[in-house]
C-alpha cells in the first residue's frame, strides 16, 4: 500500500538531523505548495515534538526550555527551574506567550522533586559542554511518578556538524524505580552527508530517590564510554580494512604515517584536479 503524505511528512521529520528544522519544513513547504500543508506539518511536528523528539527552545537572553508533553499543561508549557511558562507555535516553530507561572501551573512540586531537581541540574552543568538544559516534573495526574529530561545540542553549521543529546527518565516514587532511553543523533555533512544515531533503552532500575542523580550519571558514563569504544574499533579496524592495502604504486601503505603522504590521501584532500 502507498504511503499516505502524512506518513511521508512524518518520515522526513522523524529521519531530519539535528539542527535543520527550519529548513525542512520551508522546503517541504516549498515542495508541497498547497494550502493545507501549513496545518498537516505543525499537527506532525506538534506530534513529533511533544512524544519523541523533545525540542530545546530559547525562552529569553539567559534561560532555555524544553518542550514535551511530560510538562505541558493546558496549552503552556512549565519550566519549574525558571518559574516560567510559554506556548509555542509550530507553525512559525517560535516561543511566545513567555509569562511567569502560577503556583505551579497543576503541577505538585515538593521538596524531594525539587532536590532531584537540584541535583540533575548540577550534574548537566558539570557534563554537557554546549546548549544544555533539564528538566524534573512530576506527572499531572500522579505526583509519585517523575520524569527527568535532559537534552544537549551542539549546532555548529559553521564547522559542518550538528548533534543532540536526548535522555529521557521515569522515576517512580512509591516502587523506588527508575527507567528510561537515552538517543544520540549526530551529522556531519562537509564533502557528505554522514548522520550517526544511537541509543540505550534503561531497562527498571531498583533505586531510592536520593541515588537517582549519581546512577544517571553512571549509566550515561557508561554509555558514553561504549560509544566512543565503538568509534574506535570502526575506525581502526572496519574502515582500516576498507582502504586498499596495495595502492597504485604497489607499496604497501603504512597507515600510521600521515596519509597526506601518499597519492591516495592528495586526491581525497583535493589534490587531483
Keep these: 500500500m502507498p504511503a499516505s503524505l502524512e506518513q511521508i511528512i512524518t518520515a522526513m521529520i522523524k529521519d531530519a538531523p539535528p539542527g535543520s528544522p527550519v529548513t525542512l519544513i520551508k522546503d517541504i513547504k516549498l515542495i508541497l505548495n498547497n494550502a493545507n500543508s501549513k496545518s498537516l506539518i505543525s499537527k506532525i511536528l506538534e506530534e513529533h515534538y511533544l512524544n ?3 525540542k530545546l527552545v530559547k525562552l529569553n537572553d539567559n534561560e532555555f ?11 503552556k508549557f512549565i519550566d519549574p527551574n525558571t518559574n516560567l511558562e510559554f506556548d509555542y507555535d509550530f507553525d512559525t516553530l517560535k516561543v511566545i506567550d513567555v509569562e511567569s507561572s502560577s503556583a505551579g501551573s497543576g503541577f505538585t512540586i515538593d521538596d524531594e522533586t525539587k532536590s532531584l531537581s537540584s541535583s540533575i541540574e548540577s550534574y548537566v552543568e558539570e557534563h554537557f559542554p554546549t546548549l544544555y538544559k533539564s528538566l524534573v516534573i512530576p506527572d499531572l495526574d500522579n505526583s509519585d511518578i517523575i520524569y527527568i529530561i535532559i ?7 559553521s564547522n559542518f556538524y550538528n548533534g543532540k543529546w536526548q535522555s529521557f527518565y521515569k522515576f517512580n516514587k512509591a516502587a523506588n524505580t527508575l527507567e528510561g532511553e537515552i538517543t544520540v543523533k549526530i551529522h556531519y555533512y562537509e564533502d557528505g552527508n554522514v548522520i550517526l544515531k544511537t541509543g540505550k533503552k534503561i531497562n527498571s532500575i531498583s533505586i531510592s530517590i536520593k541515588d537517582v542523580s549519581s546512577k544517571i550519571k553512571e549509566i550515561e558514563d557508561e554509555f558514553e564510554f561504549s560509544v566512543v569504544n565503538k568509534f574506535t574499533r570502526l575506525n581502526e579496524d572496519l574502515f582500516k580494512n576498507l582502504r586498499r592495502q596495495l595502492p597504485i604504486n604497489r607499496t604497501k601503505v603504512q597507515w600510521g604515517k600521515a596519509i597526506g603522504n601518499y597519492k591516495l590521501g592528495q586526491d581525497v584532500a583535493g589534490g587531483r584536479h
Excluded: T
Design 52 to 54: 519523541e523528539d523533545f
Design 65 to 75: 526550555g524544553i518542550i514535551s508533553k511530560y510538562n505541558k499543561s493546558g496549552i
Design 151 to 157: 537534552i544537549d545540542e551542539n549546532l555548529n553549521d
